[in-house]
């Protein structure tokens, strides 16, 4: 660990009482062993990277004194749950959740996304970036065992996100290698990041999605919902035999719609591509010198096909056919 977050920490650990910090207007109460946004920047700069939260529903794993929740609920979010597995986080962040009156927030204590069923569309995590065992509730703010609390995130997120979601995930500029690893094996891609160096080291914000499936995989699913609700829908009058139409007005029916037009275009220009390449093959042969072909071994011996060999057996024919 760096001695800047040790210093960091060593002031943590001075506060025997709770006290407050004010942001944007908003005062926060900071509890004595949680990680406190007035010493590190970053939880204030996750503040600034939200985007419009209003009418999603919004879940933060970590929160600490919950600052980034509360101004998810204030932002016009549907319904915030913060999940921490420090009670001392679960109920620090409970109170500021009473102190600003949010009736839609809600306090979880567990780890990560166990204790999570439901679907969201906004999921933040500032991970912890260094890879160490922490040694207290504090130092779990910003130390990780190898990376597991990381790891298991990411393996886990699609299960709670919703469709068209969005995860935005706070990590280290060092560890882009192994971010972008994690994401690929899960399934997920990065659509936006946004950083800054602030007191020496550097914060990034990445927004994750989901990364599209490949056409395959989507005409499988494409059919499987066409049959299941051809019986409940009654099918348009259509040359095409992919199911019901309506799937087009949703954003998953419109990724099936591309699918299945791949699915029909790429069998019917295969044979186009085909008979072009027959084409340009005959082209590039025609336009090649013509070769004689010698009998005798080397080129010079022997007699030429196109010249001595066969005027003689004209010859012969002419005279066989003469009187």
């Known amino acids: 660990?760096?001695?800047?977050?040790?210093a960091f920490l060593w002031?943590?650990?001075?506060?025997?009482?709770?006290?407050?910090?004010?942001?944007?207007?908003?005062?926060?109460r900071i509890f004595p062993g949680v990680f406190s946004p007035k010493y590190d920047w970053s939880g204030k700069f996750a503040v600034d990277c939200l985007p419009s939260l209003r009418g999603m529903s919004f879940l933060e794993i970590g929160p600490g004194c919950g600052i980034v929740s509360v101004f998810a609920a204030l932002a016009g979010a549907r319904i915030v749950v913060s999940v921490d597995i420090s009670p001392?986080?679960?109920?620090?962040?409970?109170?500021?959740?009473?102190?600003?009156?949010?009736?839609?927030?809600?306090?979880?204590?567990?780890?990560?996304?166990?204790?999570?069923?439901?679907?969201?569309?906004?999921?933040?995590?500032n991970a912890p970036f260094y890879r160490e065992r922490p040694g207290d509730w504090l130092e779990?703010?910003?130390t990780d065992d190898n990376y597991d609390s990381l790891k298991r995130f990411i393996a886990d997120v699609k299960r709670c996100l919703a469709v068209d979601g969005?995860?935005?995930?706070?990590?280290?500029?060092?560890?882009?290698?192994?971010?972008?690893?994690?994401?690929?094996?899960?399934?997920?891609?990065?659509?936006?990041?946004?950083?800054?160096?602030?007191?020496?080291y550097n914060c990034r914000y990445?927004?994750?999605?989901?990364?599209?499936?490949?056409?395959?995989?989507?005409?499988?699913?494409?059919?499987?919902?066409?049959?299941?609700?051809?019986?409940?829908?009654?099918?348009?009058?259509?040359?095409?035999?992919?199911?019901?139409?309506?799937?087009?007005?949703?954003?998953?029916?419109?990724?099936?719609?591309?699918?299945?037009?791949?699915?029909?275009i790429a069998p019917a220009a295969l044979p186009i591509i085909i008979v072009a390449w027959a084409r340009l093959r005959s082209r590039r042969r025609r336009s090649r010198p013509r070769q004689r072909h010698h009998f005798g071994g080397r080129r010079g011996r022997g007699h030429s096909l196109d010249h001595r060999w066969h005027v003689g057996v004209l010859r012969r024919f002419a005279g066989k056919l003469g009187p």
């Open 88 to 125: 001392i986080s679960a109920s620090n962040t409970k109170f500021n959740f009473n102190a600003h009156r949010l009736s839609n927030a809600h306090v979880i204590q567990g780890d990560l996304l166990e204790a999570i069923s439901h679907k969201f569309d906004f999921i933040f995590f």
């Open 206 to 264: 990445s927004q994750v999605s989901l990364a599209p499936a490949s056409w395959a995989a989507a005409l499988a699913r494409f059919r499987r919902s066409g049959r299941s609700t051809s019986a409940a829908q009654p099918a348009r009058a259509s040359s095409s035999s992919y199911g019901p139409p309506p799937f087009a007005t949703t954003p998953e029916g419109r990724r099936r719609n591309a699918a299945v037009r791949l699915h029909v």
């Open 11 to 28: 002031l943590m650990r001075l506060h025997y009482r709770p006290y407050d910090i004010s942001y944007r207007g908003k005062t926060i």
């Open 166 to 200: 969005r995860v935005m995930l706070g990590f280290s500029k060092t560890g882009v290698v192994l971010l972008d690893a994690e994401l690929r094996r899960a399934g997920l891609k990065i659509v936006e990041t946004k950083g800054d160096t602030r007191r020496g």
């Open 140 to 142: 779990r703010a910003v």
């Open 1 to 6: 660990m760096k001695f800047r977050i040790a």
